[in-house]
């Protein structure tokens, strides 16, 4: 851990430290006394309705603020980031690892190997729990920082070890337990390798998560992602069609089975196998209230159902023609077709899916979300022309539209001559169809 660095990145106008006169750039050093490591013990700190804060004003000044307010009221402070104290980072070798994937002069955050069980709780990112001390985890039970999402991969300990690449791996079970027998909720993934935990190892995995219900509220199971930037690694396949569609059949079942038991099918696969596959999506009720979205699971359903509710603002016809090109990767391209189909029933529009090959990251990588700016501006360059161009927003940085090669749109509308609009798939076909009846 490092330096406490609470810096300020915004003030809510109007808020408590807006009165304060408390500015973008300051620090807060201290609250009540204790010097807070991370927005959560911030958050935690500043319920009490009565709080002496130290701050370190941007020329080198200290305030010390005496505040009364409301108990849990917020007192209006956004920071640059949400661990004041640095990331911790992942201490694992594993042989899936997609960072050791990546080819160079990427976007520096995206060589960055985070572990952190704080990120887990706020922003939903995956962890093993192989860094954390004994401290650590007296925290998470003490402050009840849950739900945790948790990269399981396989119970068997002498295999995590291995997968893992960290003596410690091995302890995932014990650590879970503990964690459900304290109360913390947890959301797990398996990242499938074929021929490694799948199969009896991964019934195991499944088995022995099942038992922590309803603390394990959740087991996401996704495949494995290989670049073409794998020198010096461990050789692994991704899985094949009809490996998906046994896979699919079986976790259908455990479904049923957790349904009848748990009353949620507890266990969930990404959208991903069923491209594979070439089976349909299931149904909503298969998802159990989407709880890994973020992980691929569910997204296509989401979608498609919510352009089934938006289909009926479609008119018959347009008043002017329009073509459309909607950017897709190879896996979006078969997602993606019964919506193109009914879009062309419309008069006066004609929509192209321009399925764009991962030339960057190799054949093995599918998805729209991996692509760059550079591979998608190669391949619009060789087809016709068309009014607009639309991208979903996976395709770029969640805050910002930049692509994983540090292109953005706006230089492909400038090399393109069309316009270029970037379409929101967290609000599922709304944006899309709000673009068509422009």
């Given at each position: 851990?490092?330096?406490?660095?609470?810096?300020?990145?915004?003030?809510?106008?109007?808020?408590?430290?807006?009165?304060?006169?408390?500015?973008?750039?300051?620090?807060?050093?201290?609250?009540?006394?204790?010097?807070?490591?991370?927005?959560?013990?911030?958050?935690?700190?500043?319920?009490?309705?009565?709080?002496?804060?130290?701050?370190?004003?941007?020329?080198?000044?200290?305030?010390?603020?005496?505040?009364?307010?409301?108990?849990?009221?917020d007192l209006g402070l956004v920071f640059e980031e949400d661990t004041f104290d640095g990331i911790m980072s992942c201490v694992n070798k594993c042989i899936f690892?997609?960072?050791?994937?990546?080819?160079?002069?990427?976007?520096?955050?995206?060589?960055?190997?985070?572990?952190?069980?704080?990120?887990?709780?706020?922003?939903?990112?995956?962890?093993?729990?192989?860094?954390?001390?004994?401290?650590?985890?007296?925290?998470?039970?003490?402050?009840?920082?849950?739900?945790?999402?948790?990269?399981?991969?396989?119970?068997?300990?002498?295999?995590?070890?291995?997968?893992?690449?960290?003596?410690?791996?091995?302890?995932?079970?014990?650590?879970?337990?503990?964690?459900?027998?304290?109360?913390?909720?947890?959301?797990?993934?398996?990242?499938?390798?074929?021929?490694?935990?799948?199969?009896?190892?991964?019934?195991?995995?499944?088995?022995?998560?099942?038992?922590?219900?309803?603390?394990?509220?959740?087991?996401?199971?996704?495949?494995?992602?290989?670049?073409?930037?794998?020198?010096?690694?461990?050789?692994?396949?991704?899985?094949?069609?009809?490996?998906?569609?046994?896979?699919?059949?079986?976790?259908?079942?455990?479904?049923?089975?957790?349904?009848?038991?748990?009353?949620?099918?507890?266990?969930?696969?990404?959208?991903?196998?069923?491209?594979?596959?070439?089976?349909?999506?299931?149904?909503?009720?298969?998802?159990?209230?989407?709880?890994?979205?973020?992980?691929?699971?569910?997204?296509?359903?989401?979608?498609?159902?919510?352009?089934?509710?938006?289909?009926?603002?479609?008119?018959?016809?347009?008043?002017?023609?329009?073509?459309?090109?909607?950017?897709?990767?190879?896996?979006?391209?078969?997602?993606?077709?019964?919506?193109?189909?009914?879009?062309?029933?419309?008069?006066?529009?004609?929509?192209?899916?321009?399925?764009?090959?991962?030339?960057?990251?190799?054949?093995?990588?599918?998805?729209?979300?991996?692509?760059?700016?550079?591979?998608?501006?190669?391949?619009?360059?060789?087809?016709?022309?068309?009014?607009?161009?639309?991208?979903?927003?996976?395709?770029?940085?969640?805050?910002?539209?930049?692509?994983?090669?540090?292109?953005?749109?706006?230089?492909?509308?400038?090399?393109?001559?069309?316009?270029?609009?970037?379409?929101?798939?967290?609000?599922?076909?709304?944006?899309?169809?709000?673009?068509?009846?422009?």
């Amino acid at each position: 851990m490092g330096e406490i660095k609470a810096t300020v990145e915004k003030v809510v106008p109007g808020s408590i430290a807006g009165d304060l006169g408390i500015e973008k750039g300051d620090r807060v050093i201290s609250i009540n006394g204790r010097k807070p490591r991370d927005f959560i013990e911030y958050r935690f700190l500043c319920a009490d309705d009565e709080l002496e804060m130290e701050i370190r004003k941007k020329n080198g000044d200290v305030w010390v603020c005496d505040i009364l307010k409301e108990y849990d009221e917020d007192l209006g402070l956004v920071f640059e980031e949400d661990t004041f104290d640095g990331i911790m980072s992942c201490v694992n070798k594993c042989i899936f690892c997609f960072v050791d994937q990546m080819p160079p002069d990427l976007r520096e955050s995206l060589y960055i190997k985070d572990d952190d069980y704080r990120l887990s709780f706020m922003h939903g990112n995956f962890v093993t729990l192989t860094n954390l001390t004994k401290k650590d985890f007296d925290r998470i039970v003490g402050m009840r920082i849950s739900p945790l999402y948790i990269s399981v991969h396989c119970t068997n300990p002498g295999l995590r070890e291995k997968m893992l690449g960290n003596r410690r791996a091995g302890e995932i079970m014990g650590q879970l337990t503990m964690l459900a027998e304290a109360g913390i909720e947890m959301h797990t993934q398996i990242v499938l390798c074929p021929d490694i935990n799948d199969g009896d190892e991964l019934v195991r995995t499944i088995r022995d998560l099942s038992s922590l219900w309803p603390r394990v509220r959740s087991i996401a199971i996704v495949p494995v992602g290989l670049t073409r930037h794998r020198e010096n690694l461990r050789i692994l396949r991704k899985i094949n069609s009809a490996e998906a569609a046994g896979l699919i059949d079986r976790v259908r079942e455990y479904q049923r089975e957790f349904m009848q038991k748990f009353g949620s099918p507890l266990v969930y696969l990404s959208d991903e196998f069923y491209v594979i596959a070439g089976r349909e999506f299931p149904k909503a009720e298969f998802y159990g209230g989407y709880p890994q979205l973020e992980n691929g699971v569910g997204l296509v359903r989401l979608f498609y159902d919510s352009f089934v509710e938006e289909s009926s603002r479609l008119p018959e016809a347009l008043h002017k023609a329009k073509k459309i090109a909607i950017v897709t990767g190879v896996s979006g391209d078969y997602v993606l077709r019964p919506i193109a189909e009914r879009l062309n029933r419309i008069k006066n529009l004609h929509v192209e899916l321009v399925s764009v090959f991962n030339e960057f990251f190799g054949g093995h990588v599918t998805v729209a979300g991996l692509l760059t700016g550079r591979d998608v501006l190669k391949v619009l360059k060789k087809r016709p022309s068309r009014d607009m161009v639309l991208l979903p927003s996976v395709m770029c940085k969640r805050d910002e539209p930049v692509f994983l090669d540090g292109t953005a749109p706006g230089d492909l509308e400038k090399e393109l001559n069309v316009p270029v609009r970037v379409i929101n798939i967290d609000e599922g076909a709304k944006q899309l169809i709000d673009v068509i009846m422009e």
